[in-house]
C-alpha cells in the first residue's frame, strides 16, 4: 500500500517583478514529501528556497505547478482557506528570525496554548501540553510568562518551534530555523528537531548549510539557480553526489568529508559549472 504524500509539488514556477523587471525564481520544481518524513532543501544563496518555503506556503504566488497539501489542492486557496489550512493543524512553519513566527504581545504560555484553543483543545489540557512541549525543547516553565522580546534569540526559537509543533501538524516548514544562532543553540535545536520528527510529523528543513541538514533530513533535494537540480536520500547525496553543484557543496562542508577538502577539486567544480 502506498501512502498519499502530505506535500506533492509539481512542475512549480514562480517569477516575481513585473514586465520587464519580471524575473524567474524557480524553475519546474516538483518535490514530494511523504507522512513522518523529514526532506531537507539546501541550495546556496539566491537559488530560491525561501521563495520555495513562501509558495508551499502561499505567501509567494504561483505562476504553473499544483502544489497539494495534506490531500488539498492549495493554488487558488485565498488568505482565509489558508488561514483554516493552520488552523486545522495541516501545515505550520518556523522562519529564520522567530520573531517573524511569534506574536511579539502574547506570552510564551499563550503562544503554545492559543493555537490547541484554535482547536477546540480544552484549556486545562491545552495548559499541559504547552508545558509538556516546554520540556520537550528543553526549556524550563519558568519561561510561560515572558514575551518573546524578553527571551534570547536560542530560546525564541525553541518556543518558534515549539508552537509549530504543539498541534501535531502533519506537515512544518522550517526556513533556515538554525542559521541566526550560536553552534550550541543549533546543535541543540537539531538534535530536538531529530527527536520531533521521530513522532510523525513531516518536516522541509530548508538551510543553505548541507551540514546542518544532513544529520535530519532522510532525503535531500538540492536547489540550484531555481531548479531542483539532484533528489536523493541523504546518504546517496552526500556519499554519490551527482550534480556538480552538489559535490561542491559536500567537498565544501568539511564535516562531512573524512579527508580535507580538496581545493584543485573544488575549482575544477567551479568551473564546470560557470563553465
Ligand atoms: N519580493 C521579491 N521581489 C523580487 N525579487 C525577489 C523577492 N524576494 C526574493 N527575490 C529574489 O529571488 C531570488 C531568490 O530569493 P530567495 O530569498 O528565495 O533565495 P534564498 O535561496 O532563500 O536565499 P538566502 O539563502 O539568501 O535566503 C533572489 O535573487 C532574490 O533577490
Redesign the pocket.
Known sequence: MTTAPVLDVTGLDVH??VRRRR?R?LHDVSLSVAPGETVGVI????????????AVLGL?AASAGRIVIGGEDVGRYGRRQWRSLRRRGVVQYVF?DPLRSLDPDLTVGESLVEPLLVRGVPRAEAAGRARAFLDRVRLSEDLLGRLPGELSGGQRQRIAVARALVTEPKLVIL??PVSALDSANRVQILEILKELRDAGTALVF?S?DLGSVAGVADRIAV?YR?ELVETGTARDVITTPEHAYTRLLVSSAPTLRSAPADRVEREALRALLHA
Open positions: 516575481y517583478g524575473r525564481i541550495g546556496e544563496t539566491g537559488s530560491g528556497k525561501s521563495t520555495f518555503a513562501r509567494a529564520q526556513d533556515e530548508i543553505h536547489l531555481g
